[in-house]
């Protein structure tokens, strides 16, 4: 196979893993968006799927949500934002208040360390949990 057509095919799958992250705000696994991929490129592998996932988080164009977590979940919205998970349902759901950058550098200046990120996470129960009456 020519050098160019491996090139193609890359990009398309990247393409096309990219359309399917941007499609849901689920915040989903690698597993899950095989799936997806998978009824598009019925012969690509998880390991293509995943490789493919961090080669985008490394283009920028994708987040890998890793707050110590079973597994990792990935995001389209590359915003830098702040996530509260529901402790009932397990849904994801996006806080859009302003990060606070200062104290990755505060913790960068005091340690020494280079920072690349720092997650802070919001738990307890949705809107709708909330709501629903204990089972
Ligand atoms: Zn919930
Ligand atoms: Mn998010």
Redesign the pocket.
């Known amino acids: 196979m020519k050098d160019s057509t491996l090139k193609t095919r890359r990009t398309k799958q990247r393409e096309i893993i990219l359309d399917i992250l941007r499609s849901t705000n689920l915040h989903p696994t690698a597993d899950w968006i095989y799936e997806k991929v998978r009824q598009k490129m019925p012969n690509i592998s998880l390991g293509t799927v995943y490789r493919n996932l961090k080669i985008l988080r490394d283009m920028g164009e994708l987040i890998e949500l890793d707050c110590g977590g079973a597994f990792s979940r990935f995001d389209a919205n590359i915003r830098p934002h702040y996530h509260f998970t529901?402790q009932?349902?397990?849904?994801i759901i996006d806080i859009e208040e302003p990060v606070h950058h200062e104290i990755e550098e505060a913790i960068a200046h005091k340690t020494g360390f280079e920072i690349a990120y720092y997650c802070m996470g919001f738990f307890g129960?949705?809107g709708?949990?909330k709501e629903a009456p204990a089972a």
């Open positions: 529901c009932i349902c397990g849904k129960k949705c709708r949990c």
